[in-house]
């Protein structure tokens, strides 16, 4: 966890602007739809299952949202919007827990499909709300309500917490956990690990749905191709953080604080003024960087595996 | 070639595991290295094959010093180790893992029937006889395990054609002895190799090591909990206690007893607990009658009543694991039925809500959640009964994995650490923990002692005869034949899948019991 508090101390000391109210609220609420697809991968990763699909559900679930707003009004497009994660989840989890295939190559293909759809839904065209429904559709993106504090910054926060919460106390947590750490001495424990897997994708799902609905509001528009690849970013804020690849490990506090890295990252170009072309190389190496040093500061701690 | 450790030391995190433990290893010897779990037996053997580093003293071969980082430091001087598990590559061919990495053909290019001689050479130096090679020795038996041309029991090596990931245990093991062959191994390190093997094949095991190290000259490391195997096959056998070396010995001099001795540090008392009489009127507690499954479980039918233990012996292969686990519904039955306390038992969820508890076979791969904490696998079979609301009643839970873990003397460095901390014998310990929060009517536990060092092998041998005398009914089952013996009331001999044969306490002996269970 050093690496991001090393970045943050470098970037206050070289910038004016980094250490000002104004601009970490910025960070976080850049951080927003990242964070979230963070939140139910973190989920996933750790019941020992990679869930790609999420931005393609992210975008269904936006233009879900527009399509919903059209033809019922603002408050029925923002709850079919999270509707359509959780179901689209459910789907992803039954169809990958049926079929037994790894959820690296099932959701992958999965992913596919839903791009699919979300081109059939919009038949390739930006969607748009009414023009009179703008201004209420986008209430969730501008309002700030905490000392500027953006309502989409709230609900990531929001929806940590409830993971969080879900992680440390509760009996599904401990399944997801024990599920990623060793499949079979779960099962043999009675754990039911077809249904639990399931829930974990739906509950990834219902995230990607929330983000998706963060990313209509943003732009008061959804097409087919939105947050393509998004996954991807989110899945290195899970891993910065920490959470083990391998299942078993990995905290929600953590992902926020990979998530946060990656978001100072690019702010710190921008403040920093550096040629924005070399940013894409930067982020990558920086994220091959925080990873070997938070590897390798475990490794001093003690290694895994072995018994004497 | 005579390797030699001068004054070996290691730590792991300020605690000393091996201090100045000094071995000499000349050629054509087996030296044996015994000692409880965490004496540093392992870790000795890792830091000679380069799998570990040490943090002081030398190793010395023929007087020279050598540096010994990595694996591959350590096979450049000749050194190889052989694991307990095997470790080949499952998806390649016998012959594809006997050669990796010896590099081999021309240009790189790879030359089949070299190979196969290679192979066949490499077969004969074990001893060992190369089963239909290139088909022309067809005649030579039916399978690995066939009978030979001559009506004598031929000893084969492994067919080079055949997938290692298809071989039972020990076939992959001779595997992983060509490859060390192959590899032009002068000294051979054994990490338990025959813990998890049958008596027979443990046997012809080390029947293999004595012929190499005769007929080849080279010298072996034998680690390994069987002290009577290690002193029938060693010439010298070391000692080690809390990482020091307490003592060497000619083996020719010494007794298990004296070992186990120099091991404790204390006199032994009688190696197990009495069972308690299974009392007349006890009821039947679980009832098999003719489980299927496959070709390894043909027919099987048990009874275990109420504070009974019924022991299941049975050489490698013989179906002891999967008759365990199918009756706790854990793999897929074919045929038969199972019931406990007179209900019928479906799956691994139904099992379970009728009191049964299973111990599996291997507790790294099958039951624990290593990367969990001991408290959180203390908790796991038991979560719904500590539930409000989807919330772990986490004050209740920490009372009764404590409680659990102070009656089973779990010792760690705490039970929020991982479970991977622990020792052998205490992460064992935690599985036994596990099924014993939910009060288990039925207690079906496979290699119970399986890598457990002596003292923990003692307490969980107690903890079966008093959990039977709770009237716990519990279904034992170790390839250790002794261990069966010495805990059932009663012991069911298993051969090819089927029930062969049964014991009462005190009417048979190993002998009896292996005759029996197919071993000629």
């Not at chain 1, 019941?47 to 408050?75: H, K, N, Q, W, Y």
């Not at chain 2, 969990?372 to 009964?385: G, K, P, V």
Request: charge should be neutral.
């Amino acid at each position: 966890m050093a690496a991001p508090l090393l970045l943050a101390a470098a970037l206050s000391l070289t910038t004016d602007t980094f250490l000002t109210s104004g601009n970490l609220v910025n960070v976080l609420d850049q951080a927003v739809v990242i964070g979230l697809l963070a939140c139910g991968l973190t989920l996933c990763i750790t019941c020992g299952m990679f869930d790609l699909s999420v931005s393609a559900v992210l975008a269904v679930s936006a233009i879900v949202a527009v399509e919903t707003t059209r033809a019922a009004g603002v408050p029925a497009g923002y709850a079919a919007a999270v509707a359509t994660g959780a179901l689209m989840g459910t789907v992803t989890g039954l169809v990958t827990v049926a079929s037994r295939v790894h959820s690296f190559i099932a959701t992958l293909a999965l992913s596919i499909v839903y791009r699919g759809l979300a081109v059939i839904l919009t038949g390739g065209a930006i969607v748009y709300p009414h023009a009179d429904q703008l201004d209420s559709f986008a209430e969730l993106a501008s309002p700030t309500v905490l000392a500027d504090v953006t309502a989409p910054s709230l609900l990531l926060l929001g929806v940590a917490a409830v993971c969080w919460l879900l992680q440390s106390r509760t009996t599904l947590g401990r399944s997801i956990y024990a599920i990623g750490g060793n499949p079979e001495a779960a099962r043999l424990s009675g754990v039911r690990t077809g249904a639990v897997r399931v829930i974990t994708f739906a509950l990834s799902g219902t995230c990607a749905g929330t983000a998706g609905l963060v990313m209509a509001t943003r732009s008061g528009s959804a097409q087919a191709n939105t947050g393509t690849l998004l996954e991807l970013t989110a899945i290195a804020a899970v891993i910065i953080g920490g959470t083990s690849i391998l299942g078993g490990e990995g905290t929600i506090w953590r992902t926020l604080i990979g998530v946060l890295l990656l978001g100072l990252i690019s702010n710190g170009f921008n403040l920093l003024g550096w040629n924005p072309t070399y940013k894409q190389a930067v982020e990558g190496l920086l994220i091959l960087a925080a990873v070997t040093l938070d590897q390798f500061l475990r490794a001093r701690g003690g290694t895994r595996g072995s018994t004497a | 070639m005579h390797v030699a450790l001068d004054r070996i030391g290691k730590s792991y995190g300020g605690t000393p595991v091996l201090d100045e433990v000094s071995l000499s290893l000349p050629a054509g010897r087996v030296h044996g290295l015994v000692g409880e779990n965490g004496a540093g037996k392992s870790t000795l053997a890792r830091v000679l094959c380069g799998a570990v580093r040490a943090d002081r003293g030398r190793v010395l071969v023929d007087g020279r010093e050598i540096r010994i980082r990595t694996p591959r430091d350590a096979l450049g001087a000749g050194i190889v180790l052989v694991t307990q598990e095997g470790a080949v590559v499952p998806a390649l061919s016998v012959l594809d893992n006997v050669l990796l990495g010896t590099g081999g053909g021309r240009y790189g290019v790879r030359d089949g029937a070299a190979e196969k001689r290679r192979y066949g050479e490499l077969a004969a130096r074990a001893g060992w006889e190369v089963p239909y090679a290139d088909g022309a020795r067809g005649a030579h038996g039916e399978g690995p395990y066939g009978v030979g041309a001559h009506g004598m029991r031929a000893d084969p090596a492994p067919d080079p054609g055949a997938r290692v990931g298809d071989l039972p245990f020990p076939a992959r093991q001779r595997v992983e002895f060509l490859r060390a062959l192959a590899h032009d191994a002068r000294l051979v390190v054994l990490d338990e190799p025959t813990a998890a093997l049958a008596e027979a094949d443990a046997a012809r095991l080390l029947a293999t090591v004595r012929r190499l190290a005769a007929d080849s000259g080279i010298a072996f490391v034998l680690v390994s909990h069987r002290l009577d195997e290690v002193v029938a096959t060693c010439d010298t056998i070391t000692v080690l206690r809390d990482g020091r070396r307490v003592t060497t010995v000619p083996a020719a001099g010494t007794t298990p007893r004296e070992l186990l001795r120099d091991m404790v540090g204390t006199p032994v008392a009688a190696l197990y607990p009495e069972p308690a009489p299974v009392r007349e009127d006890a009821p039947v507690v679980l009832a098999v009658r003719g489980l299927s499954r496959g070709r390894t479980v043909r027919d099987v039918g048990l009874e275990v009543r109420a504070g009974e233990i019924v022991g299941l012996a049975g050489l490698a292969g013989s179906g002891r694991t999967e008759t365990l686990r199918a009756v706790f519904g854990a793999d897929r039955r074919d045929g038969g039925e199972v019931t406990v306390a007179g209900r019928r038992v479906t799956g691994v969820a139904g099992a379970m809500a009728l009191g049964a508890g299973l111990i599996p076979a291997s507790r790294a791969e099958e039951g624990l959640v290593l990367v969990r904490s001991t408290a959180e696998n203390l908790a796991l079979a038991s979560l719904a009964d500590r539930r409000r609301l989807g919330f772990v009643r986490r004050e209740e839970e920490r009372r009764t994995t404590g409680a659990t873990a102070e009656r089973l003397d779990i010792r760690g460095a705490g039970p929020d650490r991982p479970a991977w901390t622990l020792s052998g014998g205490n992460q064992q310990k935690s599985l036994f923990g596990k099924w014993l929060i939910r009060r288990p009517r039925l207690l079906l536990a496979d290699e119970p002692t399986r890598g457990v060092d002596v003292a923990a092998r003692a307490q969980i041998h107690e903890l079966l005869a008093e959990l039977a005398a709770e009237g716990v009914a519990v279904l034992v089952a170790s390839s250790d034949v002794e261990e069966v013996l010495g805990l059932a009331h009663r012991v069911l001999v298993m051969r090819e899948g089927r029930v062969a044969g049964e014991f009462a306490r005190g009417t048979a002996g190993a002998g009896d019991v292996l005759a029996l269970a197919g071993l000629r």
